[in-house]
Each structure stands twice: as C-alpha cells, then as structure tokens.
C-alpha cells in the first residue's frame, strides 16, 4: 500500500513567523520531470482549497507567502511570515494514479 | 465561474442504500475528471472514487469493497455517487471535486461545499 504521511500533526507558530509542514510517499511521485504532489488548506467548516499543484506551482489567487519545494518522496510546504487567517488543517496528497491518498493532516495554530 | 454543488445526504439506518448527486456548471463538463473525496467527523480526507473525461475510466477506493459506484449523466453535467450496504464508519462530508485535466494524473482544483450522510440505526 502507497502510504503519505506528514509531519508534524500540529504544529503552533507566532504570527509574523515561519511555519513548516513536511510530506512523505512511501513510493516516489515523480515522473518525467513532473512531481505530482498537491497541497491543500481546509478551514473549519469548508471544503478543502488547493493551495499547491506539481508540488511547488501555487494555485490561482494563493498568496506567495505559500511555498512548496521537494522531490521524490520527500515534500515541504511553507508558510513565510503567518497570518491569522492561515489557521486551518493542511493536507497533503499524491495524485500520481489512485489511489489518491492524503496525508492525515497538520493542524496549524498561532502560538 | 465553477460550481459544483453536491446534495442528496441525510440520515439513513445501516444496510441500506443512498444515491449522492453533483451537480456542475461553469466549465466543459465532458473535459474534466471528476471526483468524490469524503471526511469523516473530525477526521482526514479519503479519496473514494473517481470518473474519467470519458467516462469510460472510473476507479474507487479499494477500502469500499464494491459497494459504491461513480457514474455520470452529461446532458445534466452531473456525477453521482451510488451507496450500498452503508455502514456506521460511511459516515461523513462527502465532496465532489474537479480535477485539473482529464485523466486522472491532476490535482484537485475545485471542490463542492459537501453533503453529510449520516448512517446510524
């Protein structure tokens, strides 16, 4: 079984700071030069919003205080300078054929 | 604009059947695959089904063991999602979600605000 797991589960940050959130496949997403690695922010309440796509390439209207970098196996998603309103649950999740397994999520608050 | 609007949840007793709908506007329907993503109560994402631009390519979650199927209807623009057997741990939001292609190599881009079923005797 194809496993994504994140780290930290939660993770409490000072407003104006940097928060980090790591991503690990068990099996490689990467492919012909594309890493296919989404990730996703849900607020409570709402539905999940993408936030980043091919593991660095921001989505449309993110802010670019949101960052994704690695390859591979291993990801990263950062948060530069936090605000209140990035308090939310962030998901991970490989899109490299089904299934399209998520990470369990980090739970991200101000300190 | 995309919209993708889900309904069809509520409370049903263990063993029976339920049929979700999604219902899409704002972008070629017959281009894009579609998803259904469900959470349970305070917990995680899990993908559960997934349809092809074609409609010929559709794929569920092993964990499911046959019991739900995706479909489509494209003079409507709408996917459905066939629920039998359901069980107390179906519980949940599910969601509709679009991908950003027509395969099923593509984030997630857009996503519905979710219908709760509930399963409880």
């Known amino acids: 079984d194809i496993v994504v797991t994140q780290s930290p589960d939660s993770l409490a940050v000072s407003l104006g700071e940097r928060a980090t959130i790591n991503c690990k496949s068990s099996h490689s997403v990467s492919y012909s030069n594309k890493d296919y690695l989404a990730w996703y922010q849900q607020k409570p309440g709402q539905p999940p919003k993408l936030l980043i796509k091919?593991?660095?390439t921001r989505a449309s209207g993110v802010p670019d205080r949101f960052s994704g970098s690695g390859s591979g196996t291993d990801f990263t998603l950062t948060i530069s300078g936090l605000q209140a309103e990035d308090v939310a649950v962030y998901y991970c999740?490989?899109?490299?054929?089904?299934?399209?397994?998520f990470g369990q999520g980090t739970r991200l608050e101000i300190k | 604009q995309v919209h993708l609007v889900e309904s069809g949840g509520g409370v049903v007793q263990p063993g029976t059947s339920l049929k979700l709908s999604c219902e899409t506007s704002g972008f070629i329907f017959s281009n894009y695959a579609m998803h259904w993503v469900r959470q349970a109560p305070g917990k995680g994402l899990e993908w559960v089904a997934i349809i092809w631009y074609d409609g010929t390519s559709k794929f569920h979650a092993d964990s499911l063991k046959g019991r739900f199927t995706i479909s489509r209807d494209i003079s409507k623009s709408t996917i459905y999602l066939q629920m039998n057997s359901l069980r107390v741990e179906d519980t949940g939001v599910y969601y509709c979600?679009?991908?950003?292609?027509?395969?099923?190599?593509?984030?997630?881009?857009?996503w519905g605000q979710g219908t709760l079923v509930t399963v409880s005797s």
């Open positions: 091919w593991a660095s």
């Open positions: 979600a679009r991908g950003l292609g027509g395969d099923g190599y593509t984030s997630f881009d857009d």
């Open positions: 999740q490989r899109y490299n054929g089904t299934p399209y397994n």
